[in-house]
C-alpha cells in the first residue's frame, strides 16, 4: 500500500515535472530570441543608416550579444542611494514575469500548447497588462525623475493603446467564435470541423492554406490586424511610440538607473513583449500555426505541411516575419509627439476599431 | 496534502499577509504596490474556485485599472508628503484602538457565522450537489447566457453609468472657455 502509494506520488510528480519542462523550454526560447533579436536589430538599423554595424565578435559579429549578456552576468547590482532598494529590485523581475506568463496559453502547433485555457485570449490580454504595475514601481524605485517621468508616459501610453487593440482583438474573436486560442488557431486550416469560408462564400475548408485565415475568412479584419499591429508597437514601447524611453529627452526612460542583470531582465522583457504581441496577432489575425500552402487539386501541399513539427515552423516564421516589419519600422519612423500620439489613439485607431466590431457583428449576422 | 492543496494555502497566505500588511506599513508607496500582490492573489483564490473568468477580470479592472490609477495619483502627489504623512506623528496604542475593536468585532461575527452553520441544513444546497462544475468546463457561455437573459437590466442600468462617467470624465478635461 505505502509502496502504491509512493508510486502514485512519482506519477504525480511526473505529471507536473512536464509542466515545470515545459516552462523552462519556453523560457530558454525567448532568452535565446532576446539574444538573437538584439544581434538582429543592430543589423537591421546598421543596414537602414548605411553602416555595418557590429563585426568583431565572431564572424559578422554573430557572437556580439553572447559577449553583451556575458558582461552583463558578472557586474555587479549597483542600487542608487536613495532608491526603493525593494521596489528597485522586483521591478524588473515583474515587468519579465508578466510577459513570459502570457506565453501560457499560445499554441505553437496542432495539440502543442502550453495550457489550452477556455479564456485563453483574455488572459494574455490581461497578464500583459500588469507590466505597466511592473513599470511604475521601476519608475518609483529609482527616485530619479527621469525614469519617474518615463514610467508615467509609458502606462499613459500602454492603457490608452490598450483600447483600440482590445477592440480589434474582439472583432477577431467575434469571427471565431471562442476565446481559446488553440481552437482559433484550428479554425484558420485544414484541421477545422466547420466549413471555412474565404471572403465568406467559397467553403475552402478541403483547400485550407493562407485562404482560411482570419483576414482572409473576413475582409475588413486586415484593418482590425493593422490597428492590432500599431497598438502592439505601442505596448511594446518601440519607435515610433517610444516616448517613454526617448533617448534624447529622458535618457533612456523607466530603466534610466538599472544596470547588470536587472537590466538584462527588462531588456528580456521588452524582446519577449514584441515575439509575445505578434505570435498573438499571428493565431488571432494570420492563421496562428496553420501552412501558408493551399491544397491545389492532387497536390495536397497544405495537408503535407500540416503536423506539429510544421506548426512550430510556420508560427515561428510568421512571428519573425513581424518582428522583422516591427525593427524595420523602428529605424524608418520618426518618433511621436505625446499629442500625436493620443489624438492617433483616440480620434483614429478607437473609431476604426469600433467601425470594425459592428462589421464583425453584421457579417456574423448575415453571411457566417 | 496534493499540490492543489498546498497551491491554495500558499496563495490565500500570501494574500492574507500581504493584505495585513498594507494597512500596516509606514512607507505608503510600498503598501500600494503591496496591494497589487493581494489583489494578484485573489485572482488565484478565483482560479480555485473554478471561476477563472472572474480571476482574469480581477486582473483586468483592479491590477490593469484601478491599482494603475491609484498608484497615479501617488506619483503625481508630493514626495515629501508621502515620506512624513502627518498622522505618523498621533502614535500609540490608542491612536490603533478604534481599528483593532472594529477588526476583532467583524473577526467575532465571521467565527461565529462558521461555528453556527450547518452547510447541510439548506435545501439549495443539498439540491446542487449534482449540479457542480468541472475545471474543464467552459463558463463563458453561461456567463454570457446569463447576462443577456436573465441579468439584461442591471447589464443595462451597469453599462448606462458607465457611459454617464465617460461623459463626466470627458466633460472635465476639456478646456474651459476663455471668458
Not at chain 1, 75 to 102: H, Q, R, T
Not at chain 1, 129 to 147: C, H, P, Q, T
Not at chain 1, 162 to 184: C, F, K, N, R, W
Not at chain 2, 7 to 25: D, G, K, Q, W
Request: with cysteine; hydrophobic share 55%; aromatic share 14%.
Amino acid at each position: 500500500m505505502v509502496l502504491l502509494n509512493f508510486a502514485a506520488a512519482i506519477l504525480a510528480l511526473d505529471f507536473y515535472v512536464t509542466y515545470i519542462l515545459v516552462a523552462l523550454a519556453l523560457f530558454s526560447f525567448v532568452a535565446v530570441f532576446a539574444l538573437f533579436a538584439v544581434y538582429a536589430e543592430r543589423k537591421v538599423s546598421a543596414f537602414i543608416q548605411d553602416r555595418l554595424g557590429p563585426m568583431e565578435v565572431g564572424k559578422y559579429g554573430s557572437l556580439q550579444t553572447l559577449a553583451d549578456i556575458l558582461k552583463m552576468l558578472q557586474k555587479e547590482f549597483i542600487v542608487p542611494a536613495a532608491a526603493d532598494k525593494i521596489l528597485f529590485a522586483a521591478a524588473p523581475v515583474i515587468i519579465f514575469l508578466s510577459v513570459y506568463m502570457g506565453f501560457a496559453t499560445l499554441p505553437w502547433g496542432p495539440d502543442i500548447v502550453p495550457s489550452a485555457l477556455n479564456i485563453g485570449v483574455f488572459y494574455v490580454f490581461a497578464i500583459v497588462s500588469v507590466e505597466s504595475v511592473g513599470i511604475l514601481m521601476a519608475g518609483w524605485g529609482s527616485n530619479n525623475k527621469y525614469s519617474l517621468l518615463g514610467a508615467l508616459r509609458s502606462v499613459a501610453q500602454v492603457v490608452s493603446y490598450e483600447i483600440p487593440a482590445g477592440i480589434a482583438i474582439i472583432s477577431a474573436v467575434m469571427i471565431s467564435q471562442t476565446l481559446d486560442l488553440q481552437e482559433i488557431a484550428i479554425k484558420q486550416g485544414v484541421l477545422s470541423s466547420e466549413s471555412v469560408k474565404f471572403l465568406g462564400f467559397w467553403n475552402v475548408k478541403e483547400i485550407g492554406g493562407f485562404l482560411s485565415w482570419n483576414v482572409f475568412q473576413a475582409p475588413h479584419l486586415i484593418i482590425a490586424y493593422v490597428i492590432y499591429f500599431i497598438a502592439s508597437l505601442a505596448e511594446c514601447n518601440r519607435a515610433p511610440f517610444d516616448i517613454p524611453e526617448a533617448e534624447s529627452e529622458l535618457v533612456s526612460g523607466f530603466h534610466t538607473e538599472y544596470s547588470g542583470m536587472r537590466f538584462a531582465f527588462i531588456f528580456l522583457g521588452e524582446y519577449s513583449m514584441m515575439f509575445l504581441t505578434a505570435m498573438f496577432g499571428v493565431v488571432l489575425f494570420l492563421g496562428g500555426w496553420n501552412t501558408v500552402l493551399p491544397n491545389i487539386g492532387d497536390l495536397h501541399l497544405a495537408d503535407w505541411t500540416t503536423g506539429p513539427f510544421w506548426g512550430i515552423f510556420w508560427i515561428v516564421s510568421k512571428v519573425f516575419l513581424i518582428v522583422g516589419v516591427q525593427m524595420w519600422l523602428r529605424w524608418t519612423l520618426p518618433r511621436l509627439k505625446v499629442d500625436q500620439l493620443m489624438s492617433l489613439c483616440w480620434k483614429i485607431l478607437t473609431p476604426l476599431a469600433f467601425f470594425c466590431m459592428l462589421i464583425s457583428g453584421i457579417w456574423q449576422l448575415v453571411i457566417m | 496534502m496534493t499540490i492543489e492543496q498546498l497551491a491554495f494555502y500558499v496563495i490565500s497566505a500570501t494574500a492574507l499577509l500581504s493584505a495585513l500588511l498594507v494597512v500596516s506599513l509606514k512607507n505608503f508607496v510600498r503598501s500600494i504596490f503591496l496591494f497589487f500582490l493581494t489583489l494578484f492573489s485573489m485572482a488565484g483564490l478565483f482560479v480555485f474556485a473554478l471561476a477563472d473568468f472572474v480571476a482574469v477580470t480581477q486582473l483586468v479592472i483592479y491590477v490593469g485599472g484601478v491599482l494603475v490609477l491609484m498608484i497615479f495619483a501617488f506619483l503625481l502627489s508630493n514626495r515629501e508628503l508621502l515620506n512624513n504623512p502627518e498622522a505618523s506623528e498621533q502614535s500609540g496604542f490608542l491612536h490603533y484602538l478604534p481599528g483593532i475593536t472594529v477588526s476583532v468585532v467583524f473577526l467575532g461575527v465571521l467565527l461565529m457565522v462558521l461555528l453556527k452553520l450547518d452547510p447541510g441544513e439548506f435545501q439549495w444546497i443539498q439540491q446542487s450537489k449534482e449540479n457542480t462544475l468541472k475545471p474543464t468546463d467552459n463558463t463563458i457561455h453561461y456567463l454570457g447566457i446569463n447576462i443577456m437573459t436573465r441579468y439584461l437590466l442591471p447589464f443595462e442600468v451597469v453599462s448606462v453609468l458607465l457611459l454617464m462617467a465617460l461623459i463626466g470624465a470627458a466633460h472635465l478635461a476639456r478646456k474651459e472657455k476663455e471668458q
